[in-house]
């Protein structure tokens, strides 16, 4: 191997990639008050609020090679948040559903399960959140199914949709809200 590979290889990280780092860690740290704040809407616990903070600041700095210098580091983080509050909410839904099952049957862990669709068997959307669901207007329901339930991006939504990015932002975003607003019943359940 040639000299100045091995010297090339060898070298620190460039300045400014130090910068940028320093920059979205900076960042974040003053966007703390505001995860949390974020956190505890979702959750309506101190605690879980807490824990989803944490974690979602945590992902931020473990992905941070995966934020986009210049553009909106609120916005990333508090995306990041949400998903974690989501992930702890089907990790609780599936822990109280595997103590019911073992509250009625002791031998219930032995027993193989099978996998399904997320979106079939005892994995589905309750029949109470698929009516809410269905009742709502087509275009918003469409971004709802296609970002949430089947996890496609933005982008890849609008092409499907014929529609800008942005109306994909705002339509799950008023859509979202339209959801929230008719299930505190069922959040406050979870």
């Given at each position: 191997?040639?000299?100045?590979?091995?010297?090339?290889?060898?070298?620190?990280?460039?300045?400014?990639?130090?910068?940028?780092?320093?920059?979205?860690?900076a960042?974040?740290?003053?966007?703390?008050?505001e995860?949390?704040?974020?956190?505890?809407?979702?959750a309506?616990?101190?605690?879980?609020?807490?824990?989803?903070?944490?974690?979602?600041?945590?992902?931020?700095?473990?992905?941070?090679?995966?934020?986009?210098?210049?553009?909106?580091?609120?916005?990333?983080?508090?995306?990041?948040?949400?998903?974690?509050?989501?992930?702890?909410?089907?990790?609780?839904r599936?822990?109280?559903?595997?103590?019911?099952d073992?509250?009625?049957?002791?031998?219930?862990?032995?027993?193989?399960?099978?996998?399904?669709?997320?979106?079939?068997?005892?994995?589905a959307?309750?029949?109470?959140t698929?009516?809410?669901?269905?009742?709502?207007?087509?275009?918003?329901?469409?971004?709802?199914?296609?970002?949430?339930?089947?996890?496609?991006?933005?982008?890849?939504?609008?092409?499907?949709?014929?529609?800008?990015v942005?109306?994909?932002?705002?339509?799950?975003?008023?859509?979202?809200?339209?959801?929230?607003?008719?299930?505190?019943?069922?959040?406050?359940?979870?």
């Amino acid at each position: 191997m040639p000299a100045a590979v091995v010297a090339k290889a060898h070298r620190s990280p460039k300045p400014s990639a130090v910068r940028e780092k320093s920059e979205l860690e900076a960042g974040l740290v003053r966007l703390v008050p505001e995860v949390r704040a974020h956190a505890m809407r979702l959750a309506g616990d101190s605690s879980a609020a807490n824990d989803i903070a944490q974690d979602a600041i945590e992902r931020a700095l473990r992905f941070a090679d995966r934020y986009d210098r210049g553009t909106n580091l609120r916005a990333w983080v508090l995306r990041i948040a949400f998903n974690v509050f989501v992930t702890h909410w089907r990790r609780r839904r599936r822990e109280r559903r595997a103590l019911q099952d073992l509250a009625s049957d002791p031998c219930a862990w032995t027993l193989p399960t099978s996998f399904g669709s997320p979106d079939a068997g005892d994995g589905a959307l309750l029949a109470s959140t698929r009516a809410k669901l269905d009742a709502l207007a087509p275009p918003f329901r469409a971004v709802i199914v296609l970002v949430d339930l089947e996890q496609r991006s933005y982008e890849e939504t609008a092409g499907m949709l014929g529609v800008p990015v942005g109306t994909v932002m705002s339509r799950l975003h008023r859509a979202r809200k339209r959801l929230a607003a008719e299930m505190p019943s069922e959040r406050d359940a979870a």
